[in-house]
């Protein structure tokens, strides 16, 4: 199967002369091919950050302008991401994937989150939801990876250490 082929031009090369090399000016990058929906018509996303993990999983609307995104607490609990996050901060966080590559409200998508607190989970959810944007559709990808949302914040809390009151701090120290 032959990917989708993209032309990436380099801003750094505009000022210098095109006749000097052309190739240098432009790079070639081969997308890969859609991947397919699985089964039952879903592509997934997994997100993680910190302790927070969110699977995502979304499809074309069935209604055009009626897709959205839904965070789900139970089996038959959905709730809004409004409803959900209550910092305005979170619920941009959550949806930035959406406004980038312009499907909001194009897409039904439906996010299982657990773990971590909420800022760690509307950053997950983001990841996971980047993710499957670029198995729905890898034209996306350019885009998401600019705004850096396809690259995985590994930073984690780091452990206690005996002898110690936490990770860095040392207990107070007296000399009599």
């Given at each position: 199967?032959?990917g989708?082929?993209t032309?990436i031009?380099?801003?750094?090369?505009a000022?210098d002369?095109v006749?000097?090399?052309?190739?240098a000016?432009?790079q070639?990058?081969?997308?890969?091919?859609?991947k397919?929906?699985?089964?039952?018509?879903?592509?997934w996303?997994?997100?993680?950050?910190k302790?927070?993990?969110?699977?995502?999983?979304?499809r074309p609307?069935?209604d055009?302008?009626n897709g959205?995104l839904?965070?789900?607490?139970?089996?038959?609990?959905?709730?809004?991401?409004e409803?959900?996050f209550?910092?305005?901060?979170?619920?941009k966080?959550?949806?930035a994937p959406l406004k980038?590559t312009?499907t909001?409200?194009?897409?039904d998508?439906?996010v299982?989150v657990h773990?971590?607190?909420y800022?760690?989970?509307?950053?997950?959810?983001r990841?996971?939801?980047?993710r499957a944007?670029?198995?729905?559709?890898?034209?996306?990808?350019?885009d998401l990876?600019?705004a850096g949302f396809?690259t995985?914040d590994?930073?984690k809390?780091?452990?206690?250490?005996?002898?110690?009151?936490?990770?860095?701090?040392r207990f107070?120290?007296?000399?009599?």
């Open positions: 199967m032959a989708y082929e032309t031009t380099n801003p750094d090369m000022g002369s006749a000097a090399a052309p190739e000016e432009q070639t990058r081969v997308l890969p091919d859609p397919p929906a699985d089964k039952h018509g879903w592509w996303g997994v997100g993680r950050r302790t927070a993990v969110a699977r995502v999983r979304l609307a069935k055009s302008g959205g839904k965070v789900q607490i139970s089996r038959k609990q959905l709730k809004t991401v409803e959900y209550s910092e305005p901060r979170d619920q966080d959550a949806v980038i312009d909001e409200g194009k897409l998508i439906f299982r773990g971590g607190g800022m760690g989970q509307a950053q997950a959810i990841l996971g939801l980047a944007l670029v198995n729905y559709d890898p034209n996306f990808e350019p990876r600019d396809l995985r590994a930073r809390v780091e452990r206690k250490k005996y002898g110690q009151p936490g990770a860095r701090a107070q120290f007296s000399k009599r």
